[in-house]
């Protein structure tokens, strides 16, 4: 896994963000509508894709999109 | 000596809220957007003076009407799962009781559960059944969940609606309800709660003025993170589905139909895709009805038996999970 598939597939499941918007600098907070739909986008994209299964407040927690990538890679290497 | 369900009725309330209604309400979502997200364009809500115990005696009479060989004077159990009860005491088991006109030698108990109740009452009725406690078991599920949704609580609103479903089970010789598979965390309370209600938190002057704009939430107010129950869900269904199979020594090829609670379109499509199970085997009815918690799994079975997609003798697997938290499944035959 890397980073630029992970933001294509973020990409992937978010119509209304512009192509090329996200990038790993990019703060979560500074997409545009983001809500709790999108947090539930999110944490079922990682479940399928990574067999990780983020907490709400685990997602809460990062700020960036490297940020929430890192923790994936994290979890996903030390599983509970 | 076993149990099996006989028959299923339901009903909704009349007043039906729909996604345009909703998007008037709340401009920043579109009717398409809120049915994208929900996968729901309609939900009915109960009138302001009818509590589901007044649903439970409109759906009973629509249940005798439906299926007139079945006599009242059979039935020798109720149970009413809501979280919705009358009052502290009595029962509204017992208070139905005597509205419905059933015989009083009838056992009469609550199950105040929600998404899980179906599951735990069917449990409860399958198992009065098979010990020679009763024979004929009248089972009520359904909640008024729009009672304690706050007017501008965009995403419970788009979700829920009400109704109340009536089950016969009855005995029979070859069983058609299998092992149950179900589980508890409590510590999950806080993720789908009613606040301000009942005997942990006493209803104030303060409360009902904070929100005398919204009639005073006397009721409580329903609330739920969404991210949470996403996380609850696909952690917890997946093994609730596999451990139930496994019991009733079943493969996922056995199932003809899954039938989930009816959570929402956006957590049912997700739990059906990491569990691969194909669109045709999986069953789901909320897009004219919401999520009415109890209620959803009966009233699934009635619309999947009707729409022809679950034939007698078909095996279906149901699972319950949700509010408490609260989990629960089990293999029925049709």
Known sequence: ?80 | MGAFIKAISYYLPEKILNNEELSRIFPEYTPEEIFRRTGVKERRIAADDEIPSDSAVTATAKFFEEHPHVKKEDIDFLIFTTEMVDRRGPATACILQNKLGLPTTLGAIDIPMGCSGFIYGLMVANSLITTKVAKNILFLTGDAATKVIHPRDHELRMIFGDAMAVTLISETENSGIGGFVYGTDGSGAPNLIVEGCCGAEKPTREWLDKYSDAGGMAYGIFSMKGPEVLTFSLRKVPPLVKETLEKANLTMDDIDLFVFHQASGFILEVLRRKMKIPKEKFFTNLEFIGNTVAATIPLALYDAVKEGRAKKGDKVLIAGFGIGYSWGATVITI
């Open chain 1, 1 to 80: 896994m890397d980073i630029n598939t992970f933001i294509q597939q973020l990409q992937g499941e978010f119509e209304d963000i512009p192509a090329g918007f996200l990038k790993p600098e990019t703060k979560i907070s500074d997409i545009e509508g983001w809500g709790s739909m999108h947090a539930l986008i999110v944490i079922a994209l990682i479940d399928t894709e990574y067999g990780v299964t983020l907490k709400g407040d685990e997602l809460r927690k990062v700020s960036s999109v490297q940020e929430l990538y890192d923790m994936v890679v994290n979890l996903k290497n030390n599983p509970e």
